[in-house]
């Protein structure tokens, strides 16, 4: 029965790539009717998260990291709160405003539309990405940690907690300078979904191990596992949400995985603890000059 097991499994290896064709294959051949519509890209991020999701039933990777009733209700809070809130601060407050800029600089990216569609897509992962990449790598060398740390206190990892973290860094994470170019939306959302299916699956307790040609660039569960560990070294190394690619030409990456995964004494953080984190530093300085312990407040390590 070894055959069919190895079936099964190069099978379920095959699936992220698998997903990224078919995606790419919907924006470039779908009518505009569809890839056209605004809601259509809401669409696609739902299906290609309840895909992965409902994949950690039938390839689990971790027993330690199966989803229960609890962490499902707060990652599913945090995808809806992602797709509403920060969406919506996101657009008005970055998006918006660089759009008016450009405009009034007489800005024009017109060439970046006559390029091929799949051009236009990499041009959309990249510039996403590069600046991901170093918005990321600031957070774990910078004051903004104490934004990140709570994405990183997280105890175990599912295909929905990409979205889990404290609303400042969520914020921090989603600005990106993409509005900056002229691109037809079926190219931006198919960028957009692409995004979606690696960084999902690179959280996702699912079984699959990509093979090279797709684990060179993009992220997987075992670069992003690694990241999530419990060792401080480890932590600092595979910033690439969705594109390792960037880790291995500005030399962070690291080969490994990491089955334990948190911070600190690994205590999973309430949404309160995770929305207030970033006032931790203020609190115990507050605290030390009275002379007090802050509450619930262990020595933050990096
Ligand atoms: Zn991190
Ligand atoms: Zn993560």
């Not at 790539?17 to 890839?35: E, I, N, S």
């Not at 919506?88 to 091929?116: C, N, V, Y």
């Amino acid at each position: 029965m070894t055959g069919a097991r190895d079936i099964r499994q190069t099978v379920i290896d095959l699936l992220p790539p698998a997903t990224v064709a078919a995606v790419v294959a919907f924006w470039g051949l779908a009518p505009t009717r569809w890839t056209e519509h605004p809601l259509s890209i809401i669409l696609m991020v739902a299906a290609v998260t309840i895909f992965v999701q409902a994949l950690e039933w039938v390839a689990e990777r971790h027993e330690g990291w199966r989803m229960n009733r609890r962490e499902f209700a707060t990652d599913l809070a945090y995808v809806v709160f992602n797709a509403t809130v920060i969406s919506w601060l996101s657009t008005h407050l970055a998006e918006d405003p660089l759009r008016a800029f450009k405009a009034w600089a007489g800005i024009t990216t017109q060439w970046a539309m006559h390029m091929p569609f799949l051009a236009q897509v990499a041009l959309v992962i990249v510039v996403i990405e590069f600046g991901q990449y170093w918005m990321h790598r600031a957070m774990h060398n910078t004051f903004l940690w104490y934004t990140h740390a709570p994405h990183h206190h997280l105890t175990q990892l599912n295909a929905m907690k990409g979205a889990v973290g404290n609303p400042l860094e969520l914020l921090l994470i989603s600005l990106s300078v993409v509005a900056l170019f002229d691109l037809p939306l079926p190219a931006l959302f198919c960028g957009l979904s692409v995004l979606t299916v690696v960084s999902t699956f690179a959280h996702a307790n699912v079984r699959a191990n990509p093979p090279a040609f797709y684990s060179f660039f993009f992220t997987t569960i075992r670069h992003h596992s690694l990241h999530h560990s419990t060792g401080y070294d480890e932590t600092r190394t595979n910033y690439g949400n969705s594109l390792i690619l960037l880790d291995r030409l500005f030399g962070t990456y690291r080969e490994g995985e990491g089955v334990l995964v948190g911070q600190d004494d690994r205590r999973r953080l309430s949404i309160l603890e995770q929305t207030m984190f970033p006032l931790r530093p203020a609190m115990e300085k507050i605290a030390a000059r009275r002379g007090t312990a802050p509450e619930g407040g262990e020595a933050v390590a990096r």
